[in-house]
T-cell receptor, first 113, second 110 residues
Framework: EADIYQTPRYLVIGTGKKITLECSQT?????MYWYQQDPGMELHLIHY???????EKGDLSSESTVSRIRTEHFPLTLESARPSHTSQYLC????????????FGSGTRLTVV | AQRVTQPEKLLSVFKGAPVELKCNYS??????LFWYVQYSRQRLQLLLR??SRESIKGFTADLNKGETSFHLKKPFAQEEDSAMYYC????????????FGSGTQLTVLP
């Protein structure tokens, strides 16, 4: 079934560890996005990509990095996790025009202890 | 800069009562507006788009450019409508990024 998948769903990790949050979509969408969301707060765009080898930073400054080597895959990496990185991370994708809005993944809830 | 404001963080209504979730936006171009909904333990999903002028699950939203608003309405709320609702504004051009409001938690009481 065409969908967007995020793993892991929950992650608790120690300070200083390197982590990668996975996001894959099977809808053939060109555009992909990462949003950060604290509980009860708005979603903030931290990274986006128009296609393979295209990545841009979003409105909210983030110490994370992303890559887009394949159309379907848009992982987010934190080289050294800190407690301030504790948040929910949502991945989304859209077809190029964006006319139909975004399709969101289930999210990864990250806790850095 | 584009901005979306949802003034109510929490909204409670009784079953069968009308409900209106407010959304105001700030954008210099031609806006594309969306409502997203997140039910308990489910992912964020698109509810409706202003451009399609559709009614989904009894909800409608009309774009009012004069008041820069896109309020979500339903004449008779149901308990299953209880969820978090986000208004989102799409930028024009190739970027098509969505800017989200802070959300309104709707609770429909029995």
């Amino acid at each position: 079934e065409a969908d967007i998948y995020q793993t892991p769903r929950y992650l608790v990790i120690g300070t200083g560890k390197k982590i990668t949050l996975e996001c894959s979509q099977t809808m053939g969408h060109d555009k992909m996005y990462w949003y950060q969301q604290d509980p009860g707060m708005e979603l903030h765009l931290i990274h986006y990509s128009y296609g393979v080898n295209s990545t841009e930073k979003g409105d909210l400054s983030s110490e994370s990095t992303v890559s887009r080597i394949r159309t379907e895959h848009f992982p987010l990496t934190l080289e050294s996790a800190r407690p301030s990185h504790t948040s929910q991370y949502l991945c989304a994708s859209s077809e190029f025009s964006g006319y139909y809005g975004y399709t969101f993944g289930s999210g990864t809830r990250l806790t850095v202890v | 800069a584009q901005r979306v404001t949802q003034p109510e963080k929490l909204l409670s209504v009784f079953k069968g009562a009308p409900v209106e979730l407010k959304c105001n936006y700030s954008y210099s171009g031609s806006p594309e507006l969306f409502w997203y909904v997140q039910y308990s333990r489910q992912r964020l999903q698109l509810l409706l788009r202003h451009i399609s002028r559709e009614s989904i699950k009894g909800f409608t939203a009309d774009l009012n450019k004069g008041e820069t608003s896109f309020h979500l309405k339903k004449p008779f709320a149901q308990e299953e409508d209880s969820a978090m609702y986000y208004c989102a504004l799409g930028s024009s051009g190739s970027a098509r990024q969505l800017t989200f409001g802070s959300g309104t938690q709707l609770t429909v009481l029995p």
